[in-house]
């Protein structure tokens, strides 16, 4: 009898054989298989005709030689996991717990282990008998985190496993089997679904949208990007952004964090909140580094120098205090507001602080004495949101009806931007060449030549107040949230609306780019953040290709001239803590996706969002 220990070191056994085999013998013997319509895989390859018939596709490959060694050892492999309990019994079952997670410690770093689990998976397409070595091979790159994304799954098949929270985004699953399955939380977002057979399918919670317990108030990208920073309720949690996993949720707030700032080497992350302290956090170990006890009243903005020596607070008892991040004391409170402090903000060179206030003023502060160099008051109503130029000559100050642009040295007006009729300016962002300020108003998006002052452009679109404008960090995509519930991203030059990302039922408040431009967070009422996919210049589009690409590939085009509008813009990744079902802008074709109890989730799926091809044809 094989006890589990014993099952274990016969796996991995199976599992050092491999890896010295190169990614491409792989590739190549899958090829052969399906150009062969073999069923009966190792009995074909074991045949000395098949390395023959091998040998002559590799010589289109002149980088890889056929070594006999190598074709062996995956033959020998085969032939051992198929005989294997791997190959026999459900591994996701909680009996298997501990060879898993033993497994996975020894083998996630391990490349080329993993390819030979990615070619048992495939290998379920072509041969019924290695079905379930092959169903357990996806549930285990399903827990390393292997990127599957954009991959071609096409007719695999794969039964009795979990692959909760498994990211199929923009993967070709077309005549993929699947049975008894749980795809909880599965990310089918532009996913090609063509008559696919799904039964006896386990989805948890297809109605629920969980992630914090209440509304997100704050998100922020660690410099690097690697890490997404949120805040809500007395919570903060990190988020790994590459794989949308929690990493860690940092509790001891007593109220509302209303703001989280990374410091400039992403080592620490700042947070104010609502139970009237500041506290640091240590982004490696997770744990609170500091507490500062100073304000009287609500924290609404934390800011880090450029440096990442001193971090500034700005409070609803009308005071901005300066901290010393190292020795974890108060530098300097600076008094001079006689109402809320809504922003606070350092100037690229860190020597000001800027501050905007419900008292109508902004404040320029000397960094180091603490001192108040300028109070300006250009407005007759409440500064909302403060910007300093790239160059740190001019600050924008946001406010009722109207823009101020203030020269930094002087406290001079340059220029007041004033088009607005009866509404607030909510947001003001420059762009990274500091030539254009972009504000946002309700319901519509304006262009400001800063150095004319001049309007460029009005960017219509929206039917809420635009809560907030950003810059993609190339300044050619211009992104804003809205109380409309939807994100738009915008081209600079054309002034034209590239893209529109719905966010249900709720309003965003807040968007940021990521440092290279590639991604965009959003948070909203709606307790979670979205990452969206942001291709610098171009239409974010539903799939890799567009749908009148995939439709070429049918004998018989169910579509001539008319391809289907791309207009489905797709999440990448849905940050959640909480497994979520996603499947927007999948495409489907016939086939049948049945639940354990015998439901027909083809509604589910029109709810999130996919594309039912046949409506199409019909109409």
Known sequence: MNYPDEQNDDLQEIFDQVQYVHEQLYCMIVQLLRKEQISDSLGFLLNPNAQKL????????KEIELEKQNYHIITNSMKLIQNHKFNKNNYSEEIYNEIKEDL?????????????????????????????????????????????????????????????????MRCNLSQSQFDNVDISGINLNGAQLFNCKWKNLKIEELNNLNGHSSSVRSVCFMPDGSTLASSSYQEIRLWEVKTGQQKAQLNGHTGSVSSVCFSPDGTTLASGSWDNSIRLWDVQTQLQK????????????????PDGTTLASGSCDKSIIFWDVKIGEQKAKLEGHNHFVNSVCFSPDGTRLASGSEDKSIRLWDVKTGQEQLKINCHEYASMSICFSPDGTTLASGSYQEICLLD????????????????WVSSVCFSPSGTTLASGSYQEIRLWEVKTGQQKAQ?????????????SSDGTILASGSEDKSIRLWDIKTGQEQAKMDGLNHDFRQVCFSSDGTTLASCSDENFIRLWDVETGKEIQPSDKSYKDILIQFKTPLFSDNCLPATANITILLISQQAIFQAQGALILKGEFISQSGIDLKTQFKERGSCFLETFWQK
């Open 54 to 61: 091998l040998e002559e596709q590799l010589k289109m490959h």
């Open 459 to 471: 960017l219509n679109g929206h039917t809420g107040s635009v809560s907030s404008v950003c810059f």
């Open 408 to 423: 930094v040295q002087t406290g001079q007006q340059k220029a007041k931007l004033n088009s607005y009729s009866g509404e």
């Open 104 to 168: 996975i410690k020894k083998i996630s770093q391990n490349k080329k282990i993993i390819q030979f689990f990615q070619f048992l998976v495939l290998l379920t397409a072509i041969d019924n008998n290695f079905i379930q070595c092959g169903s357990n091979s996806l549930n285990l790159l399903v827990q390393i985190k292997v990127d599957l994304t954009n991959q071609n799954f096409e007719n695999i098949n794969i039964q009795n496993t979990s692959l909760v929270g498994a990211n199929f």
């Open 290 to 305: 500091a507490k500062f006890d100073g304000h009287s009243h609500y924290v609404m903005s934390v800011c880090f120098s």
